[in-house]
């Protein structure tokens, strides 16, 4: 078992605060477990809405679904976060597991970042170039889309299996988070993710979806269903990249940054490495919000679901009082 440490503070820890241990330790394990019980069932059931009853797939379509699978990959790795924690740091598996959970955490980030890129571009094309769309709704580029996703998150993030690391230390094996291994490698490392794997694709995104709106404002019937939908469908996005992204990225560099810097006072490391902390579960949320996400795709998910589980004769049920009372009165 390979065992490193690099500890947490560069200075003296005498009368400094622990707020960090007491947010991993009571924090983390409520918000991965809540996180894990929500995704796995809303995902499974996701992907059973997609492989049964959305016909036919289209290219946006098979992104989707590998968004569907990233997300479940994720929750593999969340049970064994949340006990690591909330057993305050007591890895009990082998160094393969403490990468591979760890591996799995970062693959779900950026693969999912990559597919929202690929969703925003196949958008774009199909709404500022619609003499394109027949062709970039074709299966098969949704099929290359996803293959270059995969290959590049995995080139991403392969680096995570050489350099995460165990600590073996008053009877209690801690399997290290990305941020708090070696600083020397992992400060460079984190800004080539965050250039490579957060930036681009975010001002992509950005690009991308300001040229979709100005193309929306075109026109009559700017407040279509279509294009209520196609707003509400880039405030989502927008949202998963600023609010669930943003902060992970600038905390973790901050994170990095406090231990690579020998005069780091003590209390200021240990709050920047509680805000990391709390960011985590926050970059995670986009598992959740991405089930909104294939409510608003187009890929008629929504009334796909409602065939599935019969929720479309409960509505009908539900709606002939009201069509009824509507009629009368117009009577």
Request: with cysteine; hydrophobic share 45%; charged share 15%.
């Amino acid at each position: 078992m390979s065992i490193l440490y690099y500890g947490p503070s560069n200075s003296s820890i005498d009368n400094c605060t622990d707020v960090d241990e007491k947010v991993k330790h009571h924090y983390l394990p409520v918000c991965y477990g809540a996180i894990f019980i929500i995704g796995v069932v809303g995902n499974i059931t996701a992907l059973l809405v997609y492989l049964v009853k959305v016909r036919p797939w289209k290219s946006s379509t098979i992104i989707m679904v590998n968004l569907v699978v990233t997300d479940l990959l994720f929750m593999i790795c969340l049970p064994f976060l949340t006990y690591y924690y909330s057993q305050k740091d007591s890895w009990t598996l082998d160094i393969i597991m403490c990468r591979f959970t760890h591996f799995i955490f970062h693959f779900n980030l950026y693969g999912s970042i990559l597919f929202l890129t690929c969703l925003a571009i196949f958008r774009y094309v199909a709404v500022v170039h619609p003499m394109h769309a027949h062709r970039i709704k074709q299966k098969h580029w949704g099929t290359l889309a996803c293959i270059l996703c995969w290959a590049v998150a995995v080139a991403e993030i392969s680096p995570i299996f050489n350099q995460i690391e165990m600590k073996l230390q008053a009877n209690k094996t801690y399997c290290f988070d990305l941020a708090s291994n070696n600083p020397g490698f992992m400060w460079p490392y984190s800004w080539v993710l965050t250039v490579l794997g957060y930036l681009v694709p975010l001002v992509v995104v950005c690009l991308c979806y300001w040229r979709i709106m100005k193309e929306l404002k075109k026109g009559p019937h700017k407040e279509s269903s279509k294009r209520v939908r196609a707003r509400r469908l880039i405030v989502l996005i927008l949202t998963c990249f600023i609010v669930c992204f943003l902060p992970f990225h600038v905390l973790r560099a901050l994170r990095i940054y406090t231990r690579l810097t020998p005069e780091t006072n003590c209390m200021l490391d240990r709050w920047a490495h509680a805000a990391y902390i709390i960011s985590r579960p926050i970059a995670a949320v986009n598992v959740i919000l991405n089930l909104l996400l294939y409510t608003l795709s187009g890929d008629c998910f929504k009334q796909a679901f409602l065939e599935m589980f019969r929720c479309d004769q409960l509505m009908s049920v539900i709606s002939k009082p009201a069509t009824k009372i509507t009629h009368d009165q117009s009577s």
